[in-house]
């Protein structure tokens, strides 16, 4: 049965409502408006309420594609905080932000199997993005290598390992193609203890190299099974915009993990609206880890 997986520990990030297909969520001291596909239904809160934003993001088009646009006076980045890790909030080209808060659930985890394993564990984050994951296997005790295809999202991540206090963590950053650094670290013969995935649906390398997600992430998988350690700990698969039950991870993973045992769950993450606590299913998930 697959799990719901929810982050209670936020106190600066709240869905405040959805419908329509946006949501109005609280980021620190603004209230920003996103496209939200998931949330067909009608909105809780009055329209004076949504119009209370700060700024909206508008979608041209189709894809990702559009531009914020500010109702009131508002900084291009600002800073936020989850529990002791901190970050910037960017207002950019994309309708996204800097940081996936449903994804704090994940990263309580990750920080929580690492501090199990009681040693210093090489954990592998891909498509890692602003380096959130990254931060917090670090600040338990991991020697982190970090590898997105975004010059952004390194850029943003490296200011986050900076803002958090945490230089003196080692955290490798690696703009790159993940599936070519993959094979790299097989031929080097690079192992890790850990691997942290969140692979989108599809995109494109840094070179122009395409990823799409039905295509690749069963031969991603296959590639990372020969970068495992001998006593694996974890693995963490986080897949977005996909449309299919989280079930469709459990093939890959057990191929990749089937030399070591272990236990897996699969399901998504959740966030709940403080509005009328209707769930937003952002993402599907799988959890593998050693015992």
Same mark, same amino acid.
């Given at each position: 049965?697959?799990?719901?997986? #929810? ?21 620190? =001291?603004?209230?920003?408006? #996103?496209? $939200? =596909? ?7 809160? =009055? %329209?004076?309420?949504?119009?209370? /934003?700060? /700024?909206?993001? *508008? ?6 594609? +559009?531009?914020?646009?500010? #109702?009131? $006076? ?29 994804? /704090?659930?994940?990263? %309580? ?26 931060? /917090? ?16 999202? *390194? ?14 963590? =080692?955290?490798?950053? *690696?703009? $790159? ?40 992430? +069963? ?10 350690? %001998? ?45 009328? +606590? ?5 993402? *599907? ?7």
């Amino acid at each position: 049965m697959p799990k719901s997986y #929810r982050s209670t520990n936020w106190e600066t990030y709240t869905l405040l409502d959805s419908g329509k297909r946006c949501k109005l969520e609280q980021f620190g =001291p603004y209230r920003l408006v #996103r496209p $939200e =596909p998931r949330a067909l239904w009608k909105q809780a809160w =009055p %329209d004076e309420e949504w119009a209370k /934003a700060d /700024a909206e993001f *508008i979608v041209a088009g189709r894809g990702d594609g +559009g531009e914020w646009v500010s #109702r009131k $006076e508002i900084p291009s980045r600002w800073e936020m905080n989850y529990k002791d890790m901190r970050f910037w909030i960017e207002l950019a080209v994309s309708r996204q932000v800097g940081v996936f808060p449903e994804n /704090a659930a994940q990263w %309580d985890w990750i920080r929580e199997r690492i501090e199990r394993a009681k040693r210093q564990l090489r954990v592998l984050n891909l498509f890692g993005y602003t380096g959130m994951a990254s931060l /917090a296997a670090a600040q338990a005790g991991a020697e982190v290598t970090h590898v997105d295809s975004s010059r952004r999202a *390194i850029r943003m991540g490296r200011e986050n390992q900076a803002l958090s206090g945490l230089e003196d963590k =080692p955290i490798r950053w *690696i703009v $790159e193609d993940v599936m070519k650094y993959a094979r790299r670290e097989v031929k080097r013969g690079v192992k890790y203890d850990g691997v942290i995935m969140d692979p989108p649906k599809y995109g494109l390398g840094p070179k122009r190299e395409r990823w799409e997600f039905f295509r690749g992430f +069963g031969s991603l998988c296959e590639v990372l099974r020969e970068t495992l350690s %001998d006593n694996p700990q974890f693995v963490v698969v986080t897949a977005y915009a996909l449309e299919s039950p989280p079930e469709i991870l459990v093939p890959h993973i057990e191929t990749m993990m089937k030399e070591y045992g272990g236990k897996l769950e699969v399901g998504e993450l959740v966030v709940v609206e403080k509005s009328a +606590g209707r769930n937003i299913r952002p993402a *599907i998930t799988a959890r593998w880890w050693a015992g």
